[in-house]
């Protein structure tokens, strides 16, 4: 069973930074893209940012680009989301999820870690 | 980048009742593309539809997309109490951004 977990969440100043962790289990993580996805409670769904199984291609949404990192580490099997300068707009749960084989939709989705941005 | 309007908003309806959710593009787009996610309070969206009218894995037969163009369908033919949630689209062609719709909510009347 495909279990994704995330991690890293809480409460930062703006301007400050954060990373999120993601730990995957039951696939072959190194086969699969990945995403970040984060939705402000109450909110609608807004993707953020790609990457590709093996790091050769990443994408991100223009309201963080310059400003967060995708990363992963296939040996551990987990995604990272590196969020610098973040700003009270960037409040908001995010969600890990899976690239469903060749096709850019999610076909799994972990539970969330809340960001918030606040002094 | 593809604009995904939902509509209605908020649609209110009785168990067994059939529903009907709208999902129009901004511009034509490949049906291949199109998903649909369903989120209950304090979860995760769950994958119903992708490619517009394929059922993932464990999805129940009484949900059912369609559509092409610019004009897509989620139908639930017979709602059953667990169905009334927060449904989303989603646009996911072999270009970014990927997109979203506002959501619609199915609440029970």
């Known amino acids: 069973e495909v279990h994704l977990v995330e991690s890293g969440g809480g409460l930062v100043q703006p301007g400050r930074s954060l990373r999120l962790s993601c730990a995957a289990s039951g696939f072959a993580f190194g086969n699969y893209g990945m995403y970040w996805v984060r939705q402000v409670p109450g909110k609608g769904l807004e993707w953020v940012a790609y990457?590709?199984?093996?790091?050769?291609?990443?994408v991100y949404a223009d309201s963080v680009k310059g400003r967060f990192t995708i990363s992963r580490d296939n040996a551990k099997n987990s995604l990272y989301l590196q969020m610098n300068s973040l700003r009270h707009e960037d409040t908001a749960l995010y969600f890990c999820?899976?690239?469903?084989?060749?096709?850019?939709?999610?076909?799994?989705w972990g539970q969330g870690s809340l960001v918030t941005v606040s002094s | 980048e593809i604009v995904l309007t939902q509509s209605p908003g908020t649609l209110s309806l009785s168990p067994g009742e059939r529903a009907t959710l709208s999902c129009r593009a901004s511009q034509s787009v490949t049906s291949t593309y199109l998903a649909w996610y369903q989120q209950k309070p304090g979860q995760a969206p769950r994958l119903l539809i992708y490619?517009?009218?394929n059922r993932a894995t464990g999805i129940p037969d009484r949900f059912s997309g369609s559509g092409l163009g610019t004009d897509f369908t989620l139908a639930i033919s017979r709602l059953e109490p667990e169905d009334f949630a927060v449904y989303y689209c989603?646009?996911?062609?072999?270009?970014?951004?990927?997109?979203f719709g506002q959501g619609t909510r199915l609440e029970i009347k």
């Open positions: 490619g517009a009218s």
């Open positions: 990457i590709a199984w093996n790091s050769g291609n990443i």
């Open positions: 999820t899976k690239r469903a084989g060749n096709d850019f939709y999610f076909d799994y």
């Open positions: 989603q646009h996911y062609g072999s270009s970014f951004p990927i997109t």
